[in-house]
Structure formats: C-alpha cells, structure tokens
T-cell receptor, first 117, second 113 residues
Framework: EPEVTQTPSHQVTQMGQEVILRCVPI?????FYWYRQILGQKVEFLVS????????KSEIFDDQFSVERPDGSNFTLKIRSTKLEDSAMYFC???????????????FGPGTRLTVL | AQSVAQPEDQVNVAEGNPLTVKCTYS??????LFWYVQYPNRGLQFLLK??????LVKGSYGFEAEFNKSQTSFHLKKPSALVSDSALYFC???????????FGSGTKLNVKP
C-alpha cells in the first residue's frame, strides 16, 4: 500500500539554525500539506501546496518558513532560523485531485519530531 | 472564523458498549468533514469523511459518523467498542472554497476491558 514517508524521524538542532524536513508524498497525489503538533496539543495546519505553489497558508507560516518541491518526488519544509517554540512534531500529508479540486482525504506521514535546544 | 470543537478531552467506555466522540464545527459555507485516528508515535490515519449525500457515513474499523447540519455537528460513533479502539481521535473540517484544514483539539478514547 502506498504511503507518505518523512525523514528524519527525529531532528535535534540549536536555536537559530536552519532545518529542512523532508517528505515523499504518495506518487500520484497532487496536493501536499504540512502540519505541526506541539506535544499534547492540537494538529495545526501550516501550508498547502498545489501545482508548484502555495495554495493556502496559516498565520503560523511566516517568513521563517518555506516549502519546496525540488524534484518530482520530494516535498520539503524549511525553517530558516529555528526558535524554541518550533519544537513540535511535523507531519506531511498528501491527497489526490478530483475534478481539479481536492476534497479527498489526506494521507499522513509518520512525522518528524523537531527538538530545538 | 473557521473552527472545530471537540468538547471532550477524554471519553471512557467499556468494551462492547457503544461509543460517541463529539465534534461541532463552524465554517462559512458547506463543509467537508473528516475523522482521523492517531495511535501513539504515529501519524494520523483517515477513518471517514462527509462530502455530500447521505448524512450517515460509514468508515474504517466499524466507525460511522452522522452529519447534522442544523446542529453543525459530526459525531463519531461505533456500536460496540474494542480495547484496540483506544487512541486519539481528531475531527477536521475543510471549507469548500479553500484548501485549508482545521483540526479539533482531539479526544482521547479509552476503552476498558
């Protein structure tokens, strides 16, 4: 069964450093997403991506964040200068497109736990 | 503003009893509604969705949910709970006009033998 994969599973970094979280969405999916979940809290939408551009983003997704689809398979989230409060589990998700729009369920990866020291 | 509320942090049921996990939503138009389950140290797994049509939708593992437009609710139900159903359950909503999802705060379901 196809699945979304994420690397690394755990990333530890120093405050102020840049991190790149990587995701490989399901191959025939066209919509991609990043979410974060601070320990014990709700899942928060960060950004959605379609047709090589951001389609929606939340207020959390400020100038410190960027996303990229550098090739035909990877989807990355970059945090330019990490803060302590960026420590969270980051989930990538992807979904199919139907009739030029996506109302299909999202398939989530296992997450990357980011720890900022 | 769009939002999802799961009023119960935790639901406790005995194995074999019916379970309900509550969800209410607030969106500007007609929503797409989803339920996901999260097991410890795992990503979210899709259970079921409401897009249009019959208000009662059936999903994975015997779960179902009823869309109630007048009460803006989408409660998750199962007729007979299993211990293995113990997990964290998230309701999510998407406004039809936008590719942006809102998740509830999650409800921890504890099913005791």
């Amino acid at each position: 069964e196809p699945e979304v994969t994420q690397t690394p599973s755990h990333q530890v970094t120093q405050m102020g450093q840049e991190v790149i979280l990587r995701c490989v969405p399901i191959s025939n999916h066209l919509y991609f997403y990043w979410y974060r979940q601070i320990l014990g809290q709700k899942v928060e939408f960060l950004v959605s991506f379609y047709n090589n551009e951001i389609s929606e983003k939340s207020e959390i997704f400020d100038d410190q964040f960027s996303v990229e689809r550098p090739d035909g398979s990877n989807f990355t989230l970059k945090i330019r200068s990490t803060k302590l409060e960026d420590s969270a589990m980051y989930f990538c998700a992807s979904s199919e497109e139907t009739s030029g729009f996506s109302y299909n369920e999202q398939f989530f990866g296992p997450g990357t736990r980011l720890t900022v020291l | 503003a769009q939002s999802v509320a799961q009023p119960e942090d935790q639901v406790n049921v005995a194995e074999g009893n019916p379970l309900t996990v509550k969800c209410t939503y607030s969106v500007s138009g007609n929503p797409y509604l989803f339920w996901y389950v999260q097991y410890p140290n795992r990503g979210l797994q899709f259970l079921l969705k409401y897009i249009t049509g019959d208000n009662l939708v059936k999903g994975s593992y015997g779960f179902e949910a009823e869309f109630n437009k007048s009460q803006t609710s989408f409660h998750l139900k199962k007729p007979s709970a299993l211990v293995s159903d113990s997990a964290l359950y998230f309701c999510a909503v998407r406004d039809r006009g936008f590719n942006k999802f809102y998740f509830g705060s999650g409800t921890k379901l504890n099913v005791k033998p």
